[in-house]
């Protein structure tokens, strides 16, 4: 990484590089059913048994189009800020594997539902604007299962056919951390739009990355080759990292890149040529006979527009006014939409500051120690919100509560319950405080002249001696008060 | 435009069927000859156009999100030539 | 009663509804036909046993509110049958049993109607005279040794020797029509559209119409009152009301117009069809429509722009052939690529796999603009010429093929002579209109020739009322010494 520009740049032995990438994510539809027919799409099925006759291209079979997979592709559009295409086209595109039935795979060509777009991305460095290409609707392919048997393979059609968005970007991203941002931005749009669950082990998000690079101040785009089917941004960022190496390497040695299509071996962290695809990519694409042009109403698109959730942008800035949060703290609550509703639930009623304080610090903690999302976590909103009440009501001190905490997240019970249960509340009563203190200042006759002396460190002896006396249970700021006053 | 063995052998593997190599002449000799009778449409002019996006004047008709197909596991696997229980059973790819 | 297999549907309909006879004696004439023809070959699957227990189960309880009921019909091995082999007449479908019933069918079933058996077809619907059949081929009752046309070979065949009294086929290009002028008998293929294409082994799919092929007019109206209607699986399927086809019939066509194109007069057409088509226009002149020449320029470019067309989705959607999920698969082969190489080239014919590879040719990437969107635009001239002339007619009248019925082999070397049976016949499905053919006479041969009646979408009343009163007047008679039982 280029230290004076802020720059991702790859050192090659002549110089430096700068990389060029683009993204073809391939996005699940939250629907019920499939895009061409009424099979189920959830996951973790028996194999073959959310498959019908038309998914498993029986002959005669025809497919009939699922409104709300359209719908969800709009409501995606218009959260990409792109413009939505009255007239579209489903395409055949025809290529031969064991898990496409049909022998083709409907999708869209040269008319997809979706035109350009741009989302913006919040980087350390600042914000960026990736521009979108296009997004259009397809049908994903089954599964091929290759180590259940040693000479064949097995087939399982549960996935044919459910619907995918393919969002494609322009070339805008330069380095994995963009890529890192990138992705999650779209996530986080489509699981606020509700549209993907973005649920990338079970497969619900995929991405093809396309890689080439070029020198550092070159403005034309070099040869890129196409890494296809990476099901994590851990592997996107390795294999863009070793693919824009390769790269550079050949370059450097005078040769030119080959545009292929390559895969991305987990298990060697490196990319290597896919051997089947000599003639692959001729799909012979020809609008689907069996469809007919799909003309989308104005008043759809205006009536899907104003049916919008609020999305991961307006919520922040938001959140910045309402809640006087940094921008920095405010995209990190936004960036789920489950943490951003629980941060409202919260927030709305209990102390802001406290609230963000102890979502951001010890809830996160939690979260990621338990390798739990939000919802799982036992530490629920209204737990969280009477937490927090406890401490600004001063019923519990700001150590107490984190005692309070740990109980809560292994038990899920109520904070009040905990506190009475365990006598934890706060000793805020200042007559019973300064009896405490009195007797301290009693004992400690040397200390007090010492502090009186200068030895301003002594402080917190005094406020140690308070907590040991009173089991840590002393209002801090009461103790605080009181004995700046006696100490004088 | 004639077309020669070459690109029949390219249209074959595309379209996933072997042609026999004692066959492959009698083959050129009639895909060339259909692509001749075909050629005649470069006679026409159409620039001005547009081709036909759809032989009916309705729009795509589409259905409710409901699951209401599936489940039928045996009968989808019952014609296969090569089957277990659960799935569809084929030789192995060469990736 | 005298041979109840020689009469016509309506005929038949009635007199069940009448109680006069019984399924069982009527399909019994059926039966006796089909055990006793020896060279035809018109069927695949013969289902004599399962027709006679359906046949006595309706006799017990006779629904005779329905249109066809007690009536047994033989239908073209395109439409897949619950339960009962389905070929497409290919290798490749030998054993499919599909586990499915197709709509058109259901819809005979649910009338009161019952299967009889398969009938023989060109191999997945490609050919014109129904010599690609794995099958075998098909012999046309006029005469031995001669073709029956095709794809719907098996159907026309069946129906003019009286192995069934109606049959259904489908029409690409031509397979109901072409069939139906070398046999002597009616046969329609409706709007695109009209019939549900669900349940079909599909070949173009945006020119494939499953159809009714009779003996009569009549029959004709009725059969297609069952058949059409909308079907919410078939996204292309219109969305209309029923119609009562056969109710409606009527002979009166007064005032309409009736057009000729002056380009289906084609060089070397022989004198007779000629006359025919003159003759033709002087009995519907003389029920009182009027005879209007048109212009449809772009009609010699139809055959070519279907040759483009139709291989191109048929490259597509016979993909699904692999020999993965149903049908046939090749022994050889020890990895996927080459299970599917020599399953395709084992399980398919040699002119379905000429189609498949100039389909393909014509979609791969650097031909696609010159072939098939080519095509498309061609497409869209065609069937401006018919937007364009019927708003001066109500119909058209053209010969229905340019000769009558050849012999077995005569044209199986040359792939475009053969091609060349559809010329009159293709038009009418690229523009998606529909169209029916009647016999309208014979050749020096005496083989039966056709003509042809186009109209407008969706206006197959009017199209039937017109065939009707041309029918009338010609009252064509085909008398066969039924040689094929010797």
Known sequence: ?488 | MSIDKNKIKHASKLARISVDEKKIDALTKDLSSILKFVEQLNKLNTDKVEPLSSILNEPLRSRKDEINDGKIREKILENSPQKNEEFFVVPKVIE | MSDLSKKTLTEIVRLIKKKEIKSEELTQSFIKNIDNDKKLNSFITNCSEEALNKAKKFDKSPKLDKLLPGVPIAVKDLFCTQGVKTTAGSKMLENFIPNYESTITNNLWDEGAFLLGKLNCDEFAMGSSNETSYFGNVMNPIAENTVPGGSSGGSASALASDLTPTTIGTDTGGSIRQPASFTGTVGLKPTYGLCSRWGIVAFASSLDQAGPMTKTVEDCALMLEVMAGFDKKDSTSINKKKENYSKNLTNNIKGLKIGIPKEYRVDGMSKEIDKLWENGKKLLKDSGAEIVDISLPNTKYALPTYYIVAPAEASSNLARYDGVKYGFRSKKGNNLIEMYENTRSEGFGDEVKRRILIGTYVLSSGYYDAYYIKAQKVRQLIKNDFDQSFEKVDAILTPSTPSAAFKIGEKKDDPISMYLNDIFTVPANLAGIPAISIPAGTDNNNYPLGLQLIGRPLDEQKLLNIAYAAEKKINFKQNLNRWWEK
């Open chain 1, 1 to 488: 990484m280029s230290k004076e520009t802020g720059k991702y740049l790859i050192e090659g032995e002549k110089g430096k590089w700068e990389v060029v990438i683009g993204l073809e994510v391939h996005a699940q539809v939250t629907s019920k059913s499939k895009l061409f027919s009424g099979s189920s799409t959830k996951f973790g099925a028996e194999p073959n048994t959310q498959v019908s006759l038309v998914d498993s291209a029986f002959p005669g079979m025809l497919p009939v189009i699922n409104e709300f997979c359209i719908q969800q592709a709009i409501k995606t559009g218009l959260g990409l800020n792109a413009k939505i295409n009255p007239y579209s086209v489903f395409d055949r595109k025809n290529y031969f594997y064991a898990d496409l039935p049909q022998g083709y795979q409907i999708s869209q060509y040269k008319n997809p539902i979706v035109g350009e777009g741009e989302i913006t991305l919040d980087l350390p460095e600042g914000s960026k604007k990736v521009r979108i290409e296009r997004l259009h609707l397809e049908q994903d392919a089954g599964k091929s299962i290759h180590d259940l048997d040693p000479i064949n393979t097995f087939i399982d059609l549960n996935r044919s056919g459910v619907a995918l968005m393919e969002i494609v970007s322009k070339p805008d991203l330069r380095s994995p951390n963009e890529v890192n941002a990138y992705v999650k931005k779209l996530r986080s749009i489509m699981r606020y739009l509700g549209t993907c669950d973005g649920n990338m082990q079970e497969g619900s998000l995929r991405a093809d990355v396309n890689v080439s690079v070029r020198k550092d101040g070159d403005k034309n785009l070099g040869t890129r080759c196409e890494i296809k089917n990476v099901n994590s941004i851990k592997f996107m960022q390795m294999a863009i990292e070793h693919e824009a190496q390769r790269q550079v390497e050949i370059l450097e040695s005078g040769k030119t890149i080959n545009q292929e299509t390559r895969l991305f071996d987990t298990k060697k962290n490196e990319t290597r040529s896919m051997r089947s695809k000599e003639d692959a990519h001729d799909y012979r694409y020809f609008p689907d006979p069996d469809l007919l042009p799909l003309n989308i109403d104005k008043n759809l698109i205006e009536k899907i527009k104003k049916d919008l959730p609020e999305l991961p942008d307006q919520k922040k800035e938001r959140f910045i006014n309402e809640y006087s949060l940094t921008p920095y703290e405010a995209n990190v609550l936004v960036s789920d939409k489950e943490v951003s509703d629980y941060f409202e639930k919260v927030a709305k009623t209990s102390d802001k500051n406290l609230t963000k304080n102890w979502i951001m610090g010890d809830l996160f903690a939690s979260l990621n120690e338990k390798n739990i999302s939000i919802s799982e976590s036992p530490v629920t909103a209204n737990n969280m919100a009477q937490l927090v009440d406890s401490i600004s009501s001063g019923l519990i001190s700001g150590r107490t509560a984190k005692e309070v905490f740990e109980i809560i997240k292994e038990t899920g019970e109520e904070p009040k319950k905990i506190i009475e249960s365990k006598g934890l509340q706060q000793k805020s009563d200042p007559k019973e405080l300064e009896k405490i203190i009195d007797k301290i200042i009693l004992e400690n006759k040397d200390k007090v002249a010492q502090y009186k002396a200068g030895k301003d460190k002594l402080f917190g002896f005094f406020v140690g001696q308070v907590m040991n006396v009173s089991g840590g249970k002393a209002n801090p700021q009461l103790v605080n008060e009181i004995l700046k006053k006696k100490l004088k």
